[in-house]
């Protein structure tokens, strides 16, 4: 007993990296963006990301052709969902709102997530859950509005806003499918199939795209800051979360979320000279107190039971 505590506490202690990596992402792919075309960038990333996390399968013996046999589809919804149709529908969305209407609409994340994995996948619902998503929910509120009332009621809703929920439902089922299909599959081999075969998506959009003849004039900086987003933001940091929907559930897993804002937000502080509100502090202290919360329910109620691994048909 004493040794799945400490497993389960060890996966959100690692888990607390993602929303680290994907906070980062924000201030260094607006910059990437301003020399590339969106698609284009995404399909560096993700491309060369697919790249190396195929060599490490490959060096670890994790890669089973036998294994993407009998769950291609799981894992090709996982691919056309989490890889391509989010980054599609995330990159375009910020050609028509503000990036406070993105946050706020992506910040619903853990409560569709958790609705979905309570309704279709029978994961376990308690009062902490529902106590950590409403304190999640109202601290990243605060935070990207900077405590403004005036700014929340300002908000409108455009096709840039249609857009991102596209994006969010895309993100949503991405990790509903994920944590059946990862019933049967190593994180490793499922981050790795998903994010090739995604990126063979938005190379295909990218040609269309026209950006390729501006690769070869990025700077260093924006080839440090690919370099970044390409290691840690999709090689390190997609394959933990797909170990944490793995390990802990969709549900706990999508709480982390809530923290890409806050990490977001003291990196633009710190690297780039933004200021922060203390309402907004204590919008951060909220979430990481609600990200807590689930970490302590999830250990006190035992997991669900494992159901039969999914196949093809």
Do not use: C
């Given at each position: 007993m004493k040794t799945e505590t400490q497993s389960?506490?060890?996966?959100?202690?690692?888990?607390?990296?993602?929303?680290?990596?994907?906070?980062?992402?924000?201030?260094?792919?607006?910059?990437?963006?301003?020399?590339?075309?969106?698609?284009?960038a995404a399909a560096i990333r993700f491309g060369t990301a697919g790249l190396i996390l195929l060599f490490i399968s490959l060096y670890?013996?994790?890669?089973?052709?036998?294994?993407?046999?009998?769950?291609?589809?799981?894992?090709?919804?996982?691919?056309?969902?989490?890889?391509?149709?989010?980054?599609?529908?995330?990159?375009?969305?910020?050609?028509?709102?503000?990036?406070?209407n993105g946050s706020l609409i992506m910040a619903t994340t853990p409560v569709f997530m958790t609705l979905g994995a309570v309704l279709f996948l029978k994961e376990p619902w308690h009062l902490r859950l529902g106590i950590g998503l409403l304190l999640s929910l109202t601290g990243v509120l605060l935070v990207v509005t900077q405590g403004s009332q005036?700014?929340?009621?300002?908000?409108?809703?455009?096709?840039?806003?249609?857009?991102?929920?596209?994006?969010?439902?895309?993100?949503?089922?991405?990790?509903?499918?994920g944590k059946v299909v990862?019933?049967?599959?190593?994180?490793?081999?499922?981050?790795?199939?998903?994010?090739?075969?995604?990126?063979?998506?938005?190379?295909?959009?990218?040609?269309?795209?026209?950006?390729?003849?501006?690769?070869?004039?990025?700077?260093?900086?924006?080839?440090?800051?690919?370099?970044?987003?390409?290691?840690?933001?999709?090689?390190?940091?997609?394959?933990?979360?797909?170990?944490?929907?793995?390990?802990?559930g969709a549900s706990q897993?999508?709480?982390?979320?809530?923290?890409?804002?806050?990490n977001a937000s003291w990196i633009a502080v710190a690297l780039y000279g933004s200021t922060i509100t203390w309402k907004q502090m204590i919008g951060m202290l909220m979430v990481i107190t609600s990200v807590f919360l689930v970490a302590v329910s999830t250990n006190i109620h035992s997991p669900e039971k494992e159901p039969k691994k999914l196949t093809s048909a």
């Open positions: 389960y506490w060890k996966i959100y202690l690692l888990m607390l990296f993602v929303p680290l990596f994907w906070g980062g992402t924000f201030p260094a792919a607006q910059h990437v963006i301003t020399e590339i075309p969106p698609i284009t670890r013996s994790e890669w089973n052709f036998k294994e993407i046999k009998q769950r291609w589809a799981g894992l090709l919804l996982m691919a056309l969902t989490g890889i391509f149709a989010y980054n599609t529908f995330f990159f375009f969305a910020l050609n028509y709102t503000s990036a406070i005036r700014t929340l009621l300002s908000l409108s809703f455009n096709v840039g806003d249609l857009l991102f929920i596209m994006a969010l439902v895309s993100w949503v089922v991405h990790g509903l499918i990862m019933r049967g599959t190593p994180p490793l081999l499922t981050t790795t199939f998903t994010t090739i075969v995604g990126s063979v998506g938005l190379f295909i959009w990218s040609v269309f795209e026209g950006g390729w003849k501006s690769v070869p004039l990025m700077s260093v900086q924006a080839w440090l800051e690919m370099m970044y987003m390409i290691i840690f933001a999709t090689v390190a940091a997609f394959f933990l979360w797909n170990k944490g929907v793995h390990d802990i897993a999508s709480m982390f979320m809530n923290l890409v804002p806050i």
